[in-house]
C-alpha cells in the first residue's frame, strides 16, 4: 500500500532547522568555491556538499572517502575508455562492469562503485571538446571541493544530538 506524503508540523523544530540552513549555507559555499577555481561544472561542489551533509560526522568522513574513491576510479576509467573508444555506450557498459569487479575486489563498499558509475558516465557519455583527462580532472576537483567544504561545515557546526529524556524530565519514567 502506497505511503502518502502528508505536512506534519511536528517534524519542524530547531535540529531540522538547523539542518536545512547548514546545508544551504555550506552547498552555497562549494558552489562559489567552485566557480572561483573557475570550474565548468560548478555545480556538482554543491551536489557533493548535500550528499555528504545527510550523515553525522563519522558517516560523513566514510561516504567522502568512498565518494572521492569512487569518483577517482569512475573518472580516470573514463578518461582512459573515451580516449581509446570514444563516447560508445557499450563500452560504457562494460567500464561499469570493470568498476564493479575492481570495486568489489578491492573490497570497497558499493557506494564506491555507485559513485565511480556516475563519474564514469559524466566523463565518458558527454562528449566535450577538452581531452577526457582535462573532464575527468574537472569532475574530481568539483566532487572534491563539494565534500571538503561539507566536512568541514560538519566540524565548525556539528550535528546536535538529542538527549535522552532524563527521569527527572516530563516524561521520564524515573527508572534507570
Not at 572561483?36 to 567522502?64: C, D, K, M, N, R
Amino acid at each position: 500500500m502506497p505511503q502518502w506524503i502528508t505536512l506534519d508540523p511536528s517534524g519542524l523544530n530547531r535540529r531540522s532547522l538547523e539542518h536545512a540552513a547548514k546545508t544551504s549555507i555550506a552547498s552555497l559555499v562549494a558552489l562559489l568555491a567552485s566557480r572561483a577555481l573557475h570550474l565548468p561544472e560548478f555545480y556538482w561542489g554543491g551536489i557533493a556538499t548535500i550528499v555528504v551533509l545527510q550523515s553525522t560526522l563519522g558517516a560523513a568522513l566514510s561516504v567522502s572517502v568512498l565518494r572521492l574513491t569512487g569518483d577517482a576510479l569512475g573518472a580516470f576509467a573514463g578518461a582512459v575508455l573515451a580516449i581509446c573508444f570514444g563516447h560508445s555506450v557499450y563500452i560504457f557498459a562494460v567500464g561499469v562492469f570493470l568498476l564493479g569487479l575492481l570495486t568489489a575486489a578491492a573490497h570497497l563498499d558499493r557506494s564506491a562503485f555507485r559513485f565511480s558509475g556516475i563519474a564514469l558516465a559524466v566523463v565518458m557519455l558527454i562528449p566535450r571538446s577538452e581531452s577526457p583527462w582535462i573532464v575527468a580532472w574537472h569532475r574530481f576537483s568539483e566532487i572534491a571541493v563539494g565534500i571538503v567544504i561539507a566536512l568541514l561545515v560538519v566540524l565548525v557546526w556539528p550535528e546536535r544530538t538529542s538527549s535522552p529524556v532524563s527521569a527527572a524530565s516530563p516524561g521520564g519514567s524515573g527508572k534507570p
